[in-house]
């Protein structure tokens, strides 16, 4: 069994699951999203979630235990005499942030449709509602997809970068649905990896398949779910006519800070013995990349304690 200490990162055995695969485990769970987000604007105890989310007992028992056993809240007493417990962030949850404000971000900018309002975000620095722009931690230079280049490092296989489980639960029903479309892309093994692997340059229906050792009607059906959002457009390939390849519009470019800040918590959270799992590099510096997320307003670097989560009116 892993011990995921909050304060420093879990040290995974050779040959198993890498940390991307330990992230997508927890960021590909729209209870899980859901949850952290209420812990980021100060809900700690048991019935505020209830109160706040369309939640059972069962499923939110479960989403505490797992987000505890895996370092992202530690439980503390608060009322001794009745031993009630409160759920607070760790140092690993509080560093979680960059994932949430990416996301939200995203879905704000590209997804019309939700079943309540997104959170306000405030930068306490300037005092104004924000926008997080993704910039190299070594340079402070604004990154598009294509300013960065790597790839797999030595943990780094298709096979070894997906959850264990096959798929991972979404939430369901009324008023769940609160990042839609991030669910899509990222709340199922399979989407996961085409989505991963359009990123790192694969374009073609047979490559999707081959590379990722996914069955061909699964890959059918999720590039048609992603050509429907509008993440994906497909055109004639250039070798033969009577293939399509597949790549990534605006829409889903835009996506990219979701997928890379992700990718850098789990690295930071995450060390297996043989090594990264991912590797890049920005070469307009000539360093190694870590994102860095900055105010749109005053170009400041965001920090977790200066961004006000608000709920809206």
Same mark, same amino acid.
Request: glycine share 8%; charged share 20%.
């Given at each position: 069994?892993?011990?995921?200490?909050?304060?420093?990162?879990?040290?995974?055995?050779?040959?198993?699951?890498?940390?991307?695969?330990?992230?997508?485990?927890?960021?590909?769970?729209?209870?899980?999203?859901?949850?952290?987000?209420?812990?980021?604007?100060?809900?700690?105890?048991?019935?505020?979630?209830?109160?706040?989310?369309?939640?059972?007992?069962?499923?939110?028992?479960?989403?505490?235990?797992?987000?505890?056993?895996?370092?992202?809240?530690?439980?503390?007493?608060?009322?001794?005499?009745?031993?009630?417990?409160?759920?607070?962030?760790?140092?690993?949850?509080?560093?979680?942030?960059?994932?949430?404000?990416?996301?939200?971000?995203?879905?704000?900018?590209?997804?019309?449709?939700?079943?309540?309002?997104?959170?306000?975000?405030?930068?306490?620095?300037?005092?104004?509602?924000?926008?997080?722009?993704?910039?190299?931690?070594?340079?402070?230079?604004?990154?598009?997809?294509?300013?960065?280049?790597?790839?797999?490092?030595?943990?780094?296989?298709?096979?070894?970068?997906?959850? &264990?489980?096959?798929?991972?639960?979404?939430? %369901?029903?009324? /008023?769940?649905?609160? @990042? !839609?479309?991030?669910? +899509?892309? =990222?709340?199922?093994?399979?989407?996961?990896?085409?989505?991963?692997?359009?990123?790192?340059?694969?374009?073609?229906?047979?490559?999707?398949?081959?590379?990722?050792?996914?069955?061909?009607?699964?890959?059918?059906?999720?590039?048609?779910?992603?050509?429907?959002?509008?993440?994906?457009?497909?055109?004639?390939?250039?070798?033969? &006519?009577?293939?399509?390849?597949?790549?990534? %519009?605006?829409? /889903?470019?835009?996506? @990219? !800070?979701?997928?890379? +800040?992700? =990718?850098?918590?789990?690295?930071?959270?995450?060390?297996?013995?043989?090594?990264?799992?991912?590797?890049?590099?920005?070469?307009?510096?000539?360093?190694?990349?870590?994102?860095?997320?900055?105010?749109?307003?005053?170009?400041?670097?965001?920090?977790?304690?200066?961004?006000?989560?608000?709920?809206?009116?």
């Amino acid at each position: 069994m892993l011990v995921h200490p909050p304060d420093r990162p879990t040290a995974l055995p050779a040959g198993g699951t890498n940390a991307i695969g330990h992230t997508l485990g927890l960021i590909g769970d729209e209870w899980n999203l859901l949850i952290l987000r209420y812990a980021m604007m100060g809900v700690r105890r048991y019935g505020e979630w209830r109160e706040a989310l369309p939640i059972s007992h069962a499923v939110l028992t479960r989403r505490l235990a797992y987000l505890t056993d895996m370092g992202v809240f530690e439980k503390a007493e608060y009322e001794s005499r009745s031993r009630r417990l409160e759920y607070r962030l760790t140092k690993r949850g509080r560093d979680l942030w960059p994932i949430l404000l990416s996301v939200w971000a995203w879905e704000a900018a590209w997804v019309p449709e939700h079943v309540e309002s997104l959170p306000l975000m405030v930068h306490k620095r300037c005092g104004e509602q924000f926008l997080p722009v993704l910039t190299c931690a070594a340079c402070a230079k604004p990154v598009q997809p294509r300013d960065i280049v790597g790839g797999f490092g030595p943990s780094g296989t298709w096979e070894r970068s997906v959850p &264990a489980a096959t798929t991972r639960r979404r939430s %369901t029903g009324a /008023g769940a649905g609160l @990042f !839609p479309q991030t669910m +899509t892309l =990222i709340g199922n093994r399979w989407s996961a990896a085409i989505l991963g692997a359009s990123f790192q340059g694969l374009h073609r229906f047979r490559d999707f398949e081959q590379r990722l050792g996914a069955p061909p009607t699964i890959v059918a059906e999720r590039l048609r779910v992603f050509c429907e959002l509008g993440v994906f457009e497909q055109s004639p390939s250039a070798e033969r &006519a009577d293939w399509l390849s597949y790549h990534l %519009t605006e829409k /889903g470019r835009a996506f @990219f !800070p979701v997928v890379i +800040t992700a =990718i850098d918590w789990g690295q930071r959270w995450y060390r297996a013995a043989d090594g990264p799992a991912l590797l890049y590099t920005h070469p307009a510096c000539g360093q190694d990349f870590h994102t860095q997320l900055r105010c749109d307003g005053c170009l400041v670097p965001l920090r977790g304690h200066e961004v006000a989560v608000e709920r809206p009116a």
